[in-house]
């Protein structure tokens, strides 16, 4: 997620420690990002309400079948308008009014200059005409009264109302990241006293104190094991799905599951020292570090805002001193054209339209975008780094490999195991269930069940001890392996599979190869992105040999194993450094902080929802061929804006000239307000009609 431009967009910080500037900014008074959400929606809401029926009183006679000659009167008619077109423009509009104000204090000038320029001097316009309409010349008079330019006014600021809006409700979802990571912690913790346990608040846990953590509660604070062991689900850390095994002296994180047995553990690190809290923090100041991405509306806004001021002013001066009488009027008319037609009612569209489109187009491939600024992000990205588990594989264990003894066949062996682990809440376990289940295997009644934490699991069946566990468990029970099954442990050990091995009688029967495999579509995704000349880095929490097994299965140009959530942070920063575009994709909340900051984060949509939260890009199948689709998708979006820019900016460019009266000492041509204003909409129906093209585009 990105911290996104103060120039015209709702910034996303919630704290105000140095004085916001506000040329564009939604940031004001420190609202936060969801009270300007909710201040666009009700001034956008009241401006459309109110400009409608502006838009039929000024143009109700262009509708077949319409007449307003009888009522209202025709004086009535412009009171009418003034009462609707005020607040729009004062109240819904003041924002535009405040932005344009600090940016031509500030000379950082943007497209809300000109909308204020141009909304003021239309609006002006307007209220002298209908107050002092024999200020102005005969000539722009229409059967004895002046044109009056309240609906084009009211109908640029409700349709720049309208992109802000639409941006600010995509930026208005950049906290709940944080809030999502903050959910991963737990409430309370047992401290031991003495001969009981004490619920505390978490807050209260200190360094020190003895903890108790019972199956499937969270570990509350970071710590060490010092009585008992289990298997941690440490996914919140590593991203990887398979349990570690802890035992006195091992450390634990606050934050991650303890899937079996009870331990106490010794706090060492709690409050803002915890791995969790440093994750929070890492997505935190990478969300407000961001660099903002200059708009090219803005950029274009540095040159143009100048230059249609400086017209304006010169056309006043030239029709004032050398122009035809009366002088003063034509050079306040001639000045006000020049604002009008300049006003960028396209400019404040060109960029919104098309992203809501493009994101649409986006949304039916299966990639939700949520913001201009991951689109155009995209664009010019040079590296891919990837997580391992969820990204790249399917995220969760399966039986890969099933080995017997020649004499045995594998469903019986299946069928001791799913008996036996249908009594076990470990992962491994559910893999040789849901096995079992695919091949439609029968499950035995097993009496005497006996759970080792870290080992195993036995029981009888029809009075025969069975066995489920590790190579070292049934070594530890005096179970013969043979050598056959021992070379092929080694066989399957080498290709970085977990093994669970079965015995009945006092002898090992057979085992399990249980793994996380890639995903069907992910070599095609991979050489899909090779296609588009980007390098694809491999960043895991997993061990050294599963990640080299499977970044030489696929091809990965570079790879890293063992990796934390802040060493993968500081990857992508170190990247980052040497000039790269960085996109990231992930799909656990250990890969929050690198989502956060990559130039673009892509979060596997079968993820965490702080993954999701922390991207700016979230691909709904999980399948990395998404990223293919995006790229180009970012093409075409980024493309499509260009394009509106140069609409935006071509009748601008056409029409100034004109309505300065460039044309008049040559033709008598003058170009009236209204004419302006009907320039400056048709730039916007091409802005429109161009961005619709996007949804026809082949991703």
């Not at 396209?346 to 991951?374: C, F, H, Q």
């Not at 195993?456 to 530890?476: C, K, M, P």
């Not at 709904?620 to 979006?637: C, F, P, V, Y």
Request: aromatic share 6%; hydrophobic share 45%; glycine share 8%.
């Amino acid at each position: 997620m990105h911290k996104h431009d103060t120039s015209h967009t709702c910034c996303s910080q919630k704290k105000e420690p140095k004085k916001q500037e506000k040329t564009g900014s939604c940031c004001h008074g420190g609202d936060g990002e969801q009270g300007s959400l909710k201040d666009l929606t009700r001034r956008f809401w009241i401006a459309l309400t109110l400009t409608v029926p502006l838009l039929f009183l000024a143009m109700g006679d262009m509708i077949p079948g319409v007449s307003l000659e009888t009522w209202p009167t025709p004086a009535l008619n412009l009171w009418f308008q003034f009462a609707l077109a005020t607040p729009v423009v004062c109240w819904a509009g003041s924002l535009f009014f405040l932005w344009g104000w600090e940016s031509l204090k500030t000379r950082k000038y943007n497209m809300f200059t000109l909308i204020a320029m141009g909304t003021g001097a239309a609006y002006g316009f307007s209220v002298v005409a209908l107050f002092f309409p024999n200020a102005l010349p005969e000539a722009f008079k229409h059967a004895g009264k002046v044109d009056v330019y309240f609906e084009s006014a009211a109908v640029i600021i409700t349709l720049v109302l309208l992109g802000q809006m639409l941006e600010s409700r995509a930026h208005s979802k950049t906290g709940a990241a944080l809030k999502a990571l903050m959910d991963q912690a737990p409430k309370t913790a047992l401290r031991v006293t003495g001969s009981a346990d004490e619920e505390i608040p978490l807050s209260e846990v200190h360094k020190g104190d003895i903890l108790r953590v019972k199956p499937g509660q969270k570990v509350p604070v970071d710590g060490i094991i010092i009585e008992g062991n289990s298997q941690i689900d440490e996914s919140m850390v590593t991203g990887e799905s398979m349990p570690i095994k802890k035992d006195p002296g091992d450390t634990v994180t606050g934050g991650t599951i303890n899937s079996q047995g009870s331990f106490t553990m010794r706090a060492e690190k709690v409050g803002d020292e915890t791995l969790l809290a440093q994750i929070i923090h890492l997505v935190e100041s990478a969300q407000a570090s961001r660099a903002p991405i200059q708009k090219l509306a803005d950029t274009f806004s540095q040159y143009f805002v100048p230059a249609v001021f400086i017209t304006a002013v010169f056309t006043f001066i030239i029709w004032a001193l050398w122009g035809v009488e009366p002088k003063l009027s034509h050079a306040l008319v001639n000045a006000v054209a020049v604002l009008i037609i300049a006003c960028p009612c396209a400019l404040g569209l060109a960029t919104p339209v098309s992203i809501m489109v493009g994101v649409g187009r986006g949304a039916l491939s299966g990639v939700l975008i949520k913001d201009a600024e991951a689109l155009q992000g995209l664009e010019s990205v040079t590296t891919l780094v990837v997580d391992k588990t969820g990204t790249l594989t399917e995220g969760s264990p399966e039986v890969t490999d099933i080995v017997t003894e020649k004499d045995i066949d594998s469903e019986s062996v299946l069928k001791i195991a799913a008996s036996l682990e249908r009594h076990s809440e470990h992962p491994l376990a559910e893999a040789i269930l849901r096995k079992a289940e695919q091949v439609g295997v029968r499950l035995e009644a097993i009496k005497d069940i006996e759970a080792t934490a870290g080992g195993g699991i036995q029981g009888s069946l029809d009075e025969t001890l069975v066995i489920a566990g590790s190579h070292n468990f049934l070594e530890s029970q005096n179970i013969t392996i043979s050598q056959n099954i021992k070379a092929e442990a080694t066989r399957v050990s080498r290709e970085a599979k977990t093994l669970v091995f079965i015995a009945s009688k006092g002898t090992c029967i057979g085992f399990f190869g249980i793994a996380d495999p890639v995903k069907a579509t992910t070599p095609k995704a991979i050489e899909g992105l090779h296609k588009l000349g980007l390098k694809v880095v491999m960043l895991t929490g997993d061990n050294p040999e599963t990640a080299k097994a499977v970044a030489e299965k696929l091809g990965i140009d570079s790879y890293q194993a063992e990796v934390k959530p802040n060493e993968k942070f500081n990857a992508i920063k170190q990247l980052q450094d040497q000039g790269e575009i960085i996109a990231m994709a992930g799909d656990g909340m250990n890969d929050a902080p690198a989502l956060a900051q990559a130039n673009v984060g892509i979060a596997m949509g079968t993820g965490t929802d702080v993954a999701i939260e922390s991207a700016g890009i979230t691909l709904l199948k999980g399948d990395l061929r998404g990223i293919e689709k995006a790229i180009r998708l970012s093409h075409a979006t980024l493309s499509n804006i260009r394009q509106n820019l140069f609409f935006a900016f071509f009748y601008n460019g056409l029409g100034i000239p004109i309505a300065a009266g460039i044309l008049y000492p040559f033709f008598g041509i003058l170009l009236s307000p209204m004419i302006a204003s009907a320039a400056m909409s048709l730039s916007s129906i091409s802005v429109i009609s161009n961005a619709l093209r996007l949804k026809r585009v082949r991703l």
